[in-house]
């Protein structure tokens, strides 16, 4: 049992989501209250873990490029947002409900786990077609039974009663259902208040909410969760070498976080809505659920914005400064899902291996992602100078080290070692006698348990180095 990843343990997701909770990562939303379906929260460590995520992916495209914006939008829009989007219409899953106990179904989903080719895309009449043909074949997971209705659409999109005083609810503003649309809203703004110029992108994390009938899969298919998202405003068909430079670049991030290639894989769209030119996912290998989506790239040529121009009546055609040519720019798009970043970034790091013969968990995060940067221990908690000196070491560390440094005297040396392990810190400091004397301290490298003696003075050097 050396090194055994994730992929290769029986039941691995458990074992991801029980370090989750047991660590201090993710809990589930409204746990004291017996919990609410389809909603977590990221604890101190998880919440950590999500903002190097984050600030990783923000780096790659509004520090590290010239023509790259970020952008905050509010959660809330005008109603007719939706309706330009196609949301209030199309945004849907395809669902048939069990005649004897009601339990609805996923009848792509289901179309799926039989071998039929099917997906929500495609139309009602084509699946209720696939759906007759195949229902026999179907059991309801719940009570059993074959005898299920026809297939419908179920709307997608969470309403709320935002500045709605009628006691009926009747104009319901709805919260975002991807988190994009935000970009397209303030493209005009963006050209009009900075020195951007066709072509040029807008990066933006937000909110998305998704009244998915079935939460499942632990972070994977939530009903509250956080995209990040790319437009990238293109001359009109120009998009073939941009497209395909994007993909590139998107796949290098995901092994910048350190996963593994053979973890990810290319999936291309089947059925293409009907404006979309290309569309290809990043998968992800996830422990239990094997591949699945983390991201997706569009090609998505001038639908939104020309949506947008129908719906609101807004001009939001470009004009190169140039030529003085007028046209509507085309998008590329890459969107993201966090939460299922989150977990793949978990799941590649996890590792159960033998250190000094003792098996232990060790997450084996990149340093820059790492919750802890660094922990600082006293050899034994109950010698007053061992302590002072630990203290003042963390004291220093705090101030020079960009992220968490922890302090831990609890029980002793190993446990603090196996601890830190399984939340990922990359390096551990112990102060021992010798550093009263010697003043200098061992520090131990997370992944193979090598222990140096480092000078005192030297340590913030050593690390700055160490997390460059
Ligand atoms: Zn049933």
Known sequence: MVNKQVSDIPNGMEKIISLCKRRGFIYQGSEIYGGLAGMYDFGPYGVELLNK??????????????????????????????????????????????????????????????????????????????????????????????????????????????????????????????????????YKNILNSTRVKVPFGVAQIGKAFRNEISPRNFLFRTREFEQADTQLFIRPHENKEAYERMK?????????????????????????????????????????????????????????????????????????????????????????????????????????????????????????????KVAVFPLLRNKPELVQKAEEVHRMLKGKIAGLVEFDDNGNIGKRYRRQDEIGTPYCVTIDFDSLEKGDVTVRDRDNGKQDRIKIDELAAFFKQKFS
């Not at 988190?179 to 809203?185: F, M, P, R, S």
């Not at 004009?319 to 003085?324: G, H, L, N, S």
């Open 53 to 186: 995520i984050k600030a990783s992916w923000w780096k790659e495209h509004v520090y590290n490029r010239d023509n790259y914006v970020g952008l905050d939008s509010a959660i809330f829009k005008d109603p007719r947002v939706w309706e330009a989007s196609g949301h209030t219409k199309g945004f849907a899953d395809p669902l048939s409900e069990c005649k004897r106990c009601n339990t609805r179904i996923r009848v792509d989903k289901e179309l799926e786990e039989i071998g039929v080719v099917a997906d929500e895309k495609m139309s009602e009449a084509k699946l209720n077609e696939l759906f007759s043909a195949n229902k026999s074949k179907i059991k309801c997971p719940q009570c059993g039974a074959r005898d299920f209705t026809e297939v419908r659409a179920f709307n997608l999109l969470v309403k709320s009663n935002l500045g709605d005083f009628t006691s009926t609810g009747e104009r319901p503003v709805y919260l975002p259902g991807e988190a994009c649309q935000g970009i397209y809203l303030n």
């Open 248 to 372: 590139k670049e998107r796949w290098d991030w995901y092994l910048s976080l350190g996963i593994r290639a053979e973890n990810l894989k290319w999936k291309q769209h089947e059925n293409l809505v009907f404006y979309a030119s290309d569309a290809w996912d990043i998968l992800y290998n996830f422990p239990t659920y094997g591949f699945d989506e983390v991201e997706g790239i569009h090609d998505r040529t001038d639908y939104d914005l020309t949506q947008h121009m129908k719906y609101s009546g807004v001009d939001l055609s470009y004009t190169d400064p140039q030529t003085k040519e007028k046209f509507i720019p085309w998008i590329l798009e890459t969107s993201m899902g966090l939460g299922r970043v989150f977990l793949a970034v978990l799941s590649d790091a996890y590792t159960e291996d033998l250190l000094g013969g003792e098996p232990r968990i060790v997450l084996k995060l990149a340093g820059h992602l790492a919750p802890v």
